[in-house]
């Protein structure tokens, strides 16, 4: 049996492939053709949606792992699909490179990062899939396929975000910078005064964001910003934020508001309080990720930054109004627009928000009351995280939708990469 971070998905497939060779994928691909098979990847299954689920053949890109080449003078890197981004971290940083944004974990493989557009925060920078500069992989005939901005741009732009569908991405080549320090704080504001200043915030800080505590005037802001000549500092302060506070004392938080629902709002008044300003300065991939150790499902989704303010304002309301007991706090990100078919930023600079619970408690209710709102503001969702939209709702929201999809159907004709869930995402 597998299952999910979360373990909301569980599944039990026939059979698990741990290839350790391209030409092993290759093979892999020719058999499940032979056989009439179906194939889903994984990463590492830090997706809430179903999308590495499969009943036939899990594809673990476990045993494939590692740099394949490193180009100093355009500071490109090539990379095995499933290497973790913290092993990635690792070895950019021994090869004085870095990625230029990340995400707030670093646990994921980079293929499973890019196949669902995950993101980091910042206006100056797109979603991970705009630091990929060529893509490598194994079709649904079994043939390597090789695209770039220069190769093949159409396949490229439906490539960089794919979900697994267009086939196997054995390599994935990115633009690196060299590497660099940030200096992160943490800071406790009120709600009004950041949505009154989020541009001008994000304008002077390289990377913003914030989380809301629901049912609260409160938040706790996160800038990062480069920190070439300070010293480092991870000591106590570090320490108590993101293991104590931010993981163990918030699970006790957590379990304590599962057993007794009356209490949220306490709990989440509670966490806004006990919020104070702390600092860290280190390697920023040691920055951008941080421990998530309390379970929790997720739901997030992109919006027009135009309509940003507005909609959040509807989410606080929405929650006012409908004293759902929840005390995860509300993500606030930013992130600039890019030209990726599937992107949920496909053409417009965009904020995402993202809304948890506790993964004990049910969350359909609250999710579909906040997912309304993010629909009627022309909200994308973001695939790995859950949401309720099908193929007719997602063609509507994504421009290039068409496009990606006749991309897919010359790569996969035997639709190999086709599940029951992918299904529902592509086909009415
Ligand atoms: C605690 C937590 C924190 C998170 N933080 C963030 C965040 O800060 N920002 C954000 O945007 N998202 C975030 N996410 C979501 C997460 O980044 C995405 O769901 C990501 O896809 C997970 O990577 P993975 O390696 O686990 O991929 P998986 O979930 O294993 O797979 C995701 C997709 O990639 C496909 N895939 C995997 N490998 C390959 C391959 N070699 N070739 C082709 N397709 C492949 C799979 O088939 C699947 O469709 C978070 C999730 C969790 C659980």
């Given at each position: ?31 499940a053709?032979?056989?009439?098979k179906?194939i ?37 890197v ?49 979603t991970?899939?705009t ?56 800071e ?9 200043n989020?541009?001008?915030i ?37 320490f108590?934020?993101?293991?104590l506070l ?87 990100r ?10 949920p ?74 599940s ?9």
């Amino acid at each position: 049996m597998k299952k999910n971070w979360s373990g909301n998905v569980q599944w039990s497939p026939a059979s698990i492939a741990l290839p350790n060779t391209e030409e092993a994928i290759q093979q892999l691909v020719v058999q499940a053709k032979k056989e009439h098979k179906h194939i889903r990847m994984i990463g590492t299954g830090h997706s809430f949606t179903p999308l590495c689920r499969t009943d036939e053949v899990l594809l673990s890109m476990d045993n494939y792992q590692g740099l394949v080449s490193v180009d100093k003078t355009t500071n490109r890197v090539t990379v095995k699909a499933g290497t973790k981004l913290h092993r990635l971290g690792e070895l950019l940083y021994k090869q004085g490179l870095a990625m230029e944004n990340m995400g707030d974990i670093d646990r994921q493989s980079i293929a499973g990062t890019i196949s669902t557009g995950t993101h980091g925060t910042g206006t100056a920078f797109g979603t991970i899939s705009t630091q990929v500069k060529a893509i490598r992989f194994v079709n649904g005939l079994g043939e390597i396929v090789d695209c770039s901005e220069e190769q093949q741009p159409g396949l490229f732009k439906a490539a960089q975000v794919s979900l697994g569908a267009l086939g196997v991405i054995t390599q994935i080549t990115l633009q690196c910078v060299p590497a660099y320090k940030l200096e992160l704080i943490n800071e406790k504001k009120k709600l009004s005064e950041v949505l009154n200043n989020y541009a001008q915030i994000n304008q002077s800080n390289r990377n913003f964001e914030f989380y809301w505590f629901p049912n609260t005037e409160y938040v706790m802001t996160k800038t990062s910003n480069l920190a070439d000549g300070k010293a480092d500092k991870t000591g106590l302060p570090t320490f108590f934020q993101e293991y104590l506070l931010e993981n163990m004392a918030f699970k006790l938080l957590c379990e304590y508001a599962h057993l007794f629902p009356s209490k949220n709002k306490w709990v989440s008044d509670f966490t806004a309080q006990v919020v104070g300003t702390s600092r860290k300065v280190f390697h920023s991939h040691k920055v951008y990720a941080t421990p998530r150790l309390v379970k929790f499902n997720e739901m997030e989704y992109n919006v027009p930054i135009d309509a940003y303010e507005e909609v959040m304002k509807e989410v606080v309301k929405c929650i006012d109004q409908h004293n759902f007991p929840v005390h995860f706090p509300i993500e606030n990100r930013f992130v600039k627009k890019d030209d990726i078919y599937l992107s949920p930023a496909y053409g417009r600079d965009s904020a995402y928000i993202a809304c948890h619970v506790y993964y004990k408690k049910p969350y359909e209710a609250y999710f579909k009351a906040l997912e309304d709102i993010f629909k009627a503001y022309d909200g994308r969702p973001h695939w790995g995280k859950l949401h309720t939209l099908e193929a007719g709702e997602l063609a509507k929201r994504y421009p290039r939708f068409d496009d990606f999809l006749q991309h897919r159907a010359q790569q996969d004709p035997h639709q190999i990469f086709i599940s029951s869930y992918l299904k529902t995402l592509f086909f009415p």
